[in-house]
C-alpha cells in the first residue's frame, strides 16, 4: 500500500513540560487487518475522555507496520468505522516508525502487533531515551488459546498490557508473576469492537453463518470437512440461509496466513452449492446484524455473537483441541457438533463463562473500559517521570533469543536501527522509492508461493 501523508496535525505546544498537550497525539502501530480494528477501536476507547468536558481531543494517526500481513484497502474498509479515514493510514517501517515517534511527540502509542514485533518495538522506543516518552499501550486481538507464555512476555514491558476479560487477566498475572516480572501492567477491559443491536428474531428470517478462520483447522481434509457440512446442512434446511463468512479473499493476507482458502475449496465441491448457500465477505457486525445462529470452531466472532446474545455454537466436529482453540470454551455450554445443529440444537451458554469472558451480555460493557483509561489519564500526567521501558527480555537475560527477534525488524541488540535500515534526504527517498516497489513485488511473490506452490508441494510430498 503506498504511503499517504500522515493525518495527525503538528504537535501543539505543551502547557509545561510532560504535560498532555490540548491535543492528546495518539499513534496507533498494527500488522494486519484484525489488529488493526483491534487497535484503533482501543485507542478510541481509552481517549474518549469519560465525557468530560474538559478531556483533551485525541488524535489519533494510523500507521501498517509493513509485512506479510500488512491490510489491503479492501480490507481496510471492511474493518468498519474505526473513525480513522483508510486514505489517511500510512505504511511504516520499524525503523520508520520509531523515527516517526521521535519527531511528531505522541502522548499515547497502542501497539497492535504480534508479539515478537511488540517486543522489537518497545526495545525500539525504549533506545530513544525521549526525556518525556510516551505512554504505551498493548494486548490481544481477541481469544488467547495459544503460547500465552511466549506472547505475554513479549509484550511485557509496556506500561499497559490489556486483557479482555476477568479469565485473561488472572492468567497473565500468573505468568508474569511465575518467571518473577512486574504484573502491574496488565489491566483488565474487554474487546473493542463489542456492540450492535441485540439479537431480535424477525419472521421468516432463519440465517446461519459459519464464521471461518484463516489456519483453524489447518489441513485441508478438516477444511473440505467443514465446507461439505455446512453445505449439507444448507441441503437439509432449504428454508434458512446459510452464510459461509470469509475473512479475506485469495492472495490477500490477515492476521494469520490461509494456506487452503474455502473459495477454492468450494469451486471443487462435487454437486456445487444450494441456491440458500452463499459465501459473503465484509464486516462482521453488518453479518451478525442478520445471523440467527452463529457456527465457528474458535473463531472471535463467537464472542462478539454471544454479546448481542446471538445463538452461537462452537463445534466438536474436529475434537475439542487446543490446536484448534475450542477448548478456549469448555464450560461455555455452547459446544456441539453439526449432526446436532441439523438437527435443529442451539447450545445455551452458561451465565457462570459468560460472566469471567468479558462479553458483558448483561449490559456492563459500557463501563469495561473505565479502569484502563483512568490508569492512561494518571500514566500521561507524569511523562515526564515515566521511568525507562524495561521488558522481561534482554540482551542479559536472552541473550539466545532477543537479538533474533530485534533483527527481524532491523534493529541492532541495544534497540537502534541497523545501519541501512533507514534512509533520508534526497538519495534516501530514491532508494526508498525502489525498494518499496522491490517489497511489493517480493510481498506479491510471497503471497503466491503460500497459497498456490506451497499446498503442491505438500500434495506431492504425501504422494
Do not use: C
Not at 504505551?136 to 495459544?146: A, M, P, R, W
Not at 459465501?279 to 473463531?299: F, I
Amino acid at each position: 500500500m503506498p504511503p499517504s501523508k500522515s493525518n495527525s496535525a503538528s504537535p501543539a505546544e505543551p502547557e509545561s513540560a510532560g504535560a498532555p498537550s490540548p491535543v492528546l497525539r495518539v499513534a496507533v502501530l498494527a500488522d494486519s487487518d484484525t489488529r488493526w480494528k483491534w487497535g484503533a477501536l482501543t485507542a478510541r476507547r481509552l481517549t474518549s475522555g469519560d465525557g468530560r468536558a474538559d478531556a483533551p481531543r485525541a488524535e489519533i494517526s494510523g500507521l501498517l507496520l509493513r509485512g506479510r500481513a500488512t491490510p489491503t484497502p479492501r480490507q481496510l474498509a471492511e474493518v468498519g468505522d474505526v473513525g480513522i479515514d483508510p486514505g489517511r493510514v500510512r505504511e511504516v517501517t520499524a525503523a520508520e516508525f520509531l523515527r516517526t515517534v521521535r519527531d511528531e511527540g505522541y502522548d499515547l502509542v497502542v501497539l497492535a502487533l504480534v508479539g515478537g514485533a511488540v517486543q522489537a518495538m518497545l526495545h525500539g522506543l525504549a533506545a530513544l531515551r525521549l526525556p518525556a516518552r510516551p505512554v504505551v499501550v498493548t494486548g490481544y486481538v481477541g481469544v488467547v488459546y495459544e503460547k500465552l507464555a511466549d506472547g505475554l512476555l513479549l509484550r511485557h514491558g509496556a506500561d499497559i498490557v490489556l486483557a479482555n476479560s476477568r479469565h485473561d487477566a488472572e492468567r497473565f498475572r500468573a505468568v508474569y508473576e511465575g518467571v518473577g516480572a512486574d504484573a502491574s501492567a496488565v489491566t483488565e477491559a474487554a474487546l473493542p469492537f463489542l456492540g450492535g443491536e441485540p439479537h431480535h428474531p424477525e419472521p421468516g428470517r432463519d440465517t446461519v453463518v459459519f464464521a471461518a478462520q484463516p489456519s483453524v483447522p489447518a489441513s485441508r481434509a478438516d477444511r473440505t470437512y467443514l465446507l461439505r457440512r455446512l453445505v449439507e446442512h444448507a441441503r437439509l434446511h432449504p428454508e434458512r440461509e446459510v452464510l459461509l463468512k470469509l475473512r479475506s479473499k485469495p492472495g490477500e493476507h490477515t492476521t494469520h496466513i490461509e494456506e487452503l482458502p474455502y473459495q477454492r475449496l468450494a469451486e471443487r465441491l462435487p454437486g456445487g452449492l444450494p441456491p440458500n448457500f452463499r459465501l459473503v465477505y465484509g464486516h462482521m457486525g453488518e453479518v451478525l446484524d442478520r445471523t440467527d445462529l452463529l457456527v465457528t470452531v474458535s473463531s472471535t466472532a463467537a464472542l462478539e455473537s454471544l454479546h448481542r446474545r446471538i445463538p452461537t455454537a462452537v463445534l466438536t466436529d474436529l475434537g475439542v483441541r487446543e490446536t484448534l482453540g475450542n477448548h478456549h470454551f469448555i464450560g461455555s455450554g455452547l459446544l456441539t457438533s453439526w449432526d446436532h445443529l441439523d438437527g435443529g440444537a442451539h447450545p445455551e451458554p452458561d451465565a457462570d463463562w459468560l460472566s469471567g469472558q468479558g462479553v458483558a451480555a448483561d449490559g456492563g460493557y459500557g463501563s469495561a473500559y473505565d479502569t484502563a483509561r483512568t490508569r492512561v489519564t494518571d500514566l500521561l500526567a507524569k511523562r515526564d517521570r515515566l521511568p525507562a521501558l524495561t521488558p522481561y527480555y534482554t540482551p542479559a537475560t536472552a541473550p539466545g533469543y532477543l537479538p533474533g527477534i530485534l533483527a527481524r525488524h532491523h534493529l541492532a541488540p541495544d534497540g537502534h536501527p541497523l545501519p541501512g535500515a533507514t534512509a533520508t534526504g534526497e538519495g534516501g527517498r530514491v532508494r526508498g522509492a525502489v525498494r518499496e516497489a522491490v517489497r511489493d513485488a517480493a510481498r506479491g511473490a510471497y503471497r503466491h508461493g503460500v497459497q498456490r506452490v506451497a499446498p503442491v508441494i505438500r500434495r506431492m510430498g504425501e504422494l
